[in-house]
């Protein structure tokens, strides 16, 4: 072999290792999927992603059908089963609850972060867990219920009470936007009971906002601190939509988690 030709060759090399220990490097930050929850959609993720993208995470929004408890953790875990590395999966308000089932056996979910989320223990409702505590001004913004084929309903948030209930330190222009595109969560969904806690035997960390109107502050303190929450972040004059008002400090919660 000429000498050009070997330096050819030895430069290509070097380059394919180079390559290929970066690749090697990347793999080792797990893969982010985001679970949203009811009245909201994969875009209330859009300032997390930008964080965690920036940052040099895979991410993965997945549809949440929010059709109920077991159907949408069957969809979120053939997200979580494509994956071939290791996961932390990311749930806001219904979509806690969504997590905790889709996440159970699920050998490559090394964390769960729960976002202003519902950690339900067998037996128990996102509707239960609302109740628990007082604080919910959520019922009575409810709009009268859509009927479903089979006698089921969809909730809707009333879009002029929307801004304050679910998005109160989201600006009102956007808030209003948000309340036009809600999707809705059946009522069958949220009666559900749990029939798996994988917070029992996967670690957590919690966020939420101390100025939540959907589910109590209360409420989401009590549920971290029985599946024994790694950190619980709150945030002061936050509402239920804390990855929308403060994207920064969700990320920042997520990467720790990713880094454990």
Do not use: C
């Not at 997590?99 to 972060?113: E, P």
């Amino acid at each position: 072999m000429s000498k050009k030709a070997f330096a050819i060759a030895l430069a290509f090399g070097l380059t394919g290792l180079t390559a290929a220990h970066a690749q090697t490097h990347a793999s080792t930050k797990p893969t982010v999927v985001l679970v949203h929850g009811a009245f909201a959609d994969s875009s209330s993720w859009d300032g997390v992603i930008a964080d965690l993208t920036r940052d040099g995470y895979h991410v993965v929004a997945a549809a949440n059908p929010l059709r109920g408890v077991a159907n949408d953790a069957a969809a979120v875990r053939t997200v979580i089963n494509s994956i071939a590395g290791p996961v932390i999966l990311v749930g806001h308000s219904y979509g806690g609850a969504v997590i905790s089932a889709a996440a159970d056996g699920a050998g490559n979910v090394k964390g769960l972060v729960y976002v202003a989320a519902f950690a339900p223990e067998v037996g128990e409702s996102i509707f239960d867990l609302t109740g628990k505590f007082p604080g919910s001004t959520l019922p009575p913004t409810l709009d009268k219920p859509v009927d479903l084929p089979g006698g089921a309903h969809d909730l809707y948030i009333q879009q002029d009470k929307f801004p304050a209930q679910f998005a109160a330190d989201v600006p009102l222009a956007q808030a209003k936007l948000m309340a036009v595109a809600q999707r809705p969560l059946t009522d069958a969904a949220g009666a559900e009971k749990a029939v798996a806690t994988s917070w029992k035997a996967i670690p957590s960390w919690w966020v939420y906002g101390e100025a939540d109107r959907n589910i109590p502050p209360a409420a989401m303190k009590w549920m971290a601190e029985r599946a024994q929450a790694k950190k619980v972040v709150t945030v002061p004059g936050a509402s239920h939509v804390v990855m929308i008002s403060h994207p920064h400090e969700v990320a920042k919660l997520i990467e720790t988690a990713a880094a454990n």
